[in-house]
């Protein structure tokens, strides 16, 4: 379905937008984050917002709120549909990890949810910009910035560590994910390939033609989609979901949360680093802030087909036409090939 027929479909709906402040306002009335005569004074978009819609609302005050809602489709690519109930998830994550301390700081404020609406109010972090811009730009990471990532990566898969719970099983998600990543990259027409950039087509037929390759997805895939631990994961740790602000590097957009191996969330992370050309120091420095415990295999293999995904599946991302995409990709069948997650890198 589209967007237009979803809508259509579900009269009733409050969904929102830029255009719709009265329909805003009415929604938040009854979650008491409102002062009496308090009203909107402005309504814009809050980032390109890939999987949710994501608004800025300005009060009459000066306040300012972020608002989440989750739609039947993927906002950015919205001839997808999606689990229509992910922003509750989501809201659950953000009360969960808001027993901890060092998560909570790192994290907007959950300040209020309207479940029927699928709706999250957000604090509001203030001037900034998620991370997107080290795929195009010269400078690297800091090291400060990935032992931050790495710190709260950490702090997330102990905090729970073998404490799984069913409402954070997200097997929806997982399911939409699961598909993306893993099943309909590998079956993208040759000349499909060949637009996103010249040699992909043959790449991936490298990849498709060797058995131990397809056994890696095959066997990551069955992980992915029946995993329940042991540890709390944030679900897509890569730098659209890295927040830089005044007051340092936050993590937003956890909807993809589920309980799984910590390897998962890591070799999303390291696969973005190669994606984005960072020096073949920074996968050591930020392993080395995240600590010991990881399997290699399994880190690997993750890395590897993230890398894949990114390269030939629908979630493309903002990369620079000088990256050899080709052989990029050569080095995801060489990853898996050595076990060894630095290969990337190579």
Known sequence: MTRNE?????????????????????????????APGESLACLVRAGEGNMNLTLRATLCS???????????????YDFISAPWDRANTESLFYRKISTVPALAHAMPRLLAADPAARLLILEDLGPSSDLS????????????TLASLAGYL?????????????????????SLNHAYIFDLPLKTPPEKLDAIAPGLAAATATLTASAPYLDAV?????????ASGPCLLHGDFFPGSWLQTASGVKVI?????????????????????????????????????YGQGLDGKTLASTAAIEVMRRLI???????PPQLDKPALLRKSLATIESENVLTLFQ
């Open 218 to 226: 095959s066997a990551a895939a069955q992980s992915y989609l029946t």
């Open 62 to 76: 000066g306040r300012t709120l972020i608002v989440k809602q989750s739609r039947p489709w993927v906002e950015k």
């Open 253 to 289: 957009d956890p909807e993809f949360t589920h309980f799984g191996p910590a390897e998962f969330d890591v070799g999303v992370c390291l696969a973005h680093l190669a994606l984005a050309a960072q020096p073949a120091e920074s996968p050591s420095t930020f392993l080395s802030g």
């Open 313 to 319: 599946g629908v979630a493309q991302l903002p990369l």
């Open 133 to 144: 811009t080290i795929y195009t730009s010269a400078t690297p990471l800091p090291g400060a």
């Open 154 to 174: 950490r702090t997330l898969h102990d905090a729970f560590r073998d404490r799984p719970d069913a409402a954070l099983a997200n097997p929806q998600m997982r």
């Open 6 to 34: 979803h809508i259509a479909e579900h009269p009733d709906f409050p969904f929102l937008s830029s255009e719709t402040p009265a329909v805003l306002l009415a929604l938040l009335k009854p979650l008491g984050l409102l």
